[in-house]
């Protein structure tokens, strides 16, 4: 008998809005996903009660531009598509990695910014255009992270049921641009910038038959955050969003449960700069890094999957994931499997899942 799927919540029903207040198999490591009232006095310029408006000229006051107020640098805000240009492009298709009768996979880059990220692209046989993924993968030490590693199952099998499926290594993974050190001290907010340009190179080329009107997101474990992030950063760059195995879409939570216990340079980094949870600081910077807070911008249908087992990302985060998405009026979906958090006995039946959705939302 194979893997059991245990619980699928419904979509919500109504879009009522609220204000808002790792990667598969062995490959992964255990890591941080890094977080005026009106007035009844007459306005300027108005004539007062005891003066008729012919008795002198009325005079209109100067109006001052208005100044918006740029966001941090480091905060979810800063990634919001009204504040930053996803101008990605540029790419371009490298070395043959495999071919098979379904698909043939590439070693690829593009441009994110101005970086340069590599990844892997499998394009389905034939003429297209195909619906796209972009792929997001879990945490695995750049160090030791080589090119397209971490969901090479799901890109498969996605390429094989006619899915482009672009797996993007981010910066400072493989052969891309940029440093370890940045992300970190960015908690990561720039994987967000690499996903978003990934699906705009995807749309601007003209050597991948994408069908530009659907493209998705699908990440996993800190992916998964990432696929939030994304989300909440840029509607409309995205058809849909799934999301395995996810961390929490509270950056403390992340930290709490990756980063402070090691007490790294990233930590002391992230205490010295931000503040911790809890503190003073910390309570004005999580929430402005986090995803949760900016469901409310969220115009995509999103999937989440989560393994009953999951020792790594508990299921809690999942459960209060999906509430807050529902609450924020998103139509969101959430399906548990009895599996871990790797997705072994569950994976195919995830992917039947994931696949069908995919189908249906975009």
Do not use: K
């Amino acid at each position: 008998m194979g893997p059991r799927r245990l619980t699928v919540l419904a979509p919500l029903l109504g879009l009522a809005l609220v204000a808002s207040a790792c990667s598969g198999g062995t490959e992964e490591t255990t890591g941080a996903p890094s977080s005026a009232a009106g007035s009844s006095a007459p306005p300027s310029g108005s004539p007062s009660p005891s003066t008729s408006a012919s008795d002198e000229p009325s005079t209109a006051p100067s109006r001052e531009p208005v100044q918006r107020e740029e966001p941090d640098p480091v905060s979810l805000a800063a990634y919001y598509s009204e504040n930053r240009d996803y101008a990605g492009g540029g790419l371009r298709l490298g070395a043959v990695r495999e071919e098979t009768e379904a698909y043939t996979s590439y070693d690829a880059t593009y441009r994110s910014g101005d970086l340069t990220i590599s990844g892997v692209l499998n394009v389905p046989t034939g003429r297209g255009p195909f619906p796209a993924v972009v792929l997001a993968h879990g945490y695995i030490d750049p160090d030791f992270y080589v090119r397209g590693q971490g969901m090479t199952r799901e890109r498969g099998v996605l390429a094989s049921r006619g899915f482009v499926a672009f797996h993007v290594d981010y910066r400072a993974h493989a052969e891309s641009d940029g440093t370890e050190e940045q992300a970190e001290r960015d908690v990561r907010l720039g994987y967000v910038a690499d996903v978003v340009n990934a699906a705009a190179a995807l749309r601007r080329s003209d050597d991948v038959p994408v069908d530009d009107d659907r493209v998705a997101l699908f990440g996993r474990s800190m992916g998964g955050g990432v696929m939030l992030r994304a989300l909440a950063a840029a509607p409309g760059a995205f058809d849909a969003g799934v999301g395995w195995a996810s961390v929490s879409s509270r950056e403390d939570d992340n930290f709490n449960q990756f980063t402070a216990p090691d007490r790294d340079e990233v930590a002391s980094y992230v205490e010295r700069e931000y503040g911790l949870p809890g503190s003073p600081r910390g309570r004005e910077f999580w929430p402005a890094v986090s995803a949760r807070p900016s469901f409310d911008r969220v115009t995509e249908p999103v999937l989440l999957v989560h393994g009953t087992a999951d020792d790594t990302c508990p299921l809690q985060w999942a459960r209060d994931s999906q509430s807050a998405l529902r609450a924020a009026g998103v139509d969101s979906t959430l399906e548990l499997y009895e599996d871990g958090h790797a997705f072994g006995p569950a994976f195919f039946a995830a992917m039947d899942d994931t696949i069908a959705f995919l189908r249906e939302s975009m």
